[in-house]
């Protein structure tokens, strides 16, 4: 059985000034919060929800709604569930919450579109200039009622299509305490990035999300507290107003998130998948776009980045670099997403990772997206396999044996620095520098993620993701050549 062991990351040049360079370049990467969040005022009228099953539909204005009202509302919804082993399954130890399918409801005039919170999503998660439309859409998902004692435990949204890329969650001005909403992410320094993946395979099925585990101590955390922005809101407001405010979250759909207890009244929620409007190979860039200055994250790296492709004493002769992702992707499962699946990823990039692909396309270096698998045999070196495609494992018995012989037969694999012994067993190998944005971690044979829809059927995996940006020799850095060795006969 393969598994992960601090002691098998892999190791840092042996050059003193190299390992400075890199060092330099890895600190440029700085990452923002992978959410945003804000009030978003709307009529009276705009927040009256129509719900019901059947012939037995009610109307109710969550404005003024009162206790009762609110109480029939959580009284019509179905008991939330989540997914475990691909099994839909009730657990209120684990989520305790109402839900409505989208069918059963729907608010006359309310769009997030229109009251501008999409505008919103499109300036603070994604990054201008990656060759794509930023046109995006919301699709709505579905109504939950978390009532008093109601939460959900940590967990991730599973993907429905490679082009999702995130959640927003609209809370309605309902009086209610509790129920933060809580984000985490592993920070880059976190020690027990590379520990065995030791939990089964869990994921929740009628919210597309996977259980986990949010004890560690090294994770970034955010909470998003609805009942304090609409209270704040509510007191600058006047008896009578014309218009309320609506709590919205927006974040990247891997990111881990967590609904605290709510300890009184009912915390109302609509959800919607965040998509892109169209896949990257049709986007014409059509319609405005309002210049945007450079973010502050993007200006660090770009004049670090700069600094060194100018500096003679970098890589001089030329060199590989290889980033790995912060965030991850989904990709169709099968038995390979395609190449191409995977090279259109770079148009979907989030936060810090589209910052890096956005820097190194106007410096025009040659860069590709590929999947690393860390191979740990029971006996000899690690290795790290790059692959331009994903290899899917699911099914296939290669853990008795070496997972990168496996990878080399079927696909045009390369050995990542391998022990020079043995670098002449491989088809073909790579010198690089690995600059790691995020924890050490690895793809695996876990088919982890289940997708949408009645039955808990896997859809889209989420993968991690890395970028080999091949730099030229001093002096002419956009003009590399492929660095990838081959056995001589």
Known sequence: MAFRNRSYEPLPPSDPVLRQQLGSLRSAIVHKPPFCQGLAPLAVDDLVLFYGKGSNARRINLLNASAEELQHLAETCDPATFGVDQQDVYDETYRKAGKLDRTDFALANFSPDAVGILDEVRNELLIEGL????????????????????????????????????????????????????????????DDSNTEDSEDPKQEDSEDTEMKDSSG??????????????????????????????????????????????????????????????????????????????????????STFKALLDDPTFLPTGGNLLFTFLHQYPLPRGSKASKAALQDVRFRLKGSDAVIMKVVQEFHLNATLGIVYQDVPEYGDVNYVLCDEVVSLEGEEVWSESLCEFLLEDSDAVVLNPNPRWAKMYRRTAQVHWIATAPWRFNSNKETFVAHGNEATLSHTYWRISMLVRVGAAGSRAVAVENVETPKA
């Open 217 to 302: 101590p090294h994770k970034d955390e955010w909470t998003f507290d609805s009942s304090a922005l609409l209270s704040s809101a509510a007191q600058t407001e006047s008896s009578m107003p014309a218009s309320a405010p609506v709590a919205y979250v927006a974040f990247y759909s891997d990111v881990e998130h967590e609904v605290l207890p709510v300890r009184s009244g009912y915390r109302v929620t609509i959800t919607y998948n965040l998509y892109y409007e169209q896949d990257p190979a049709s986007a014409s860039g059509g319609g405005s776009v309002v210049p945007r200055s450079v973010p502050p994250n993007e200006q660090t790296f770009k």
């Open 131 to 190: 060759e794509k439309s930023e046109r995006i859409h919301a699709e709505l998902y579905k109504l939950n009622v978390y009532g008093p004692g109601s939460f959900f435990k940590a967990h991730v949204d599973t993907p429905r299509s490679e082009r999702m890329f995130g959640s927003l969650v609209i809370v309605f001005p309902t009086a209610h305490e509790g129920g933060e909403l809580v984000l985490r992410q592993e920070k880059e320094d976190s």
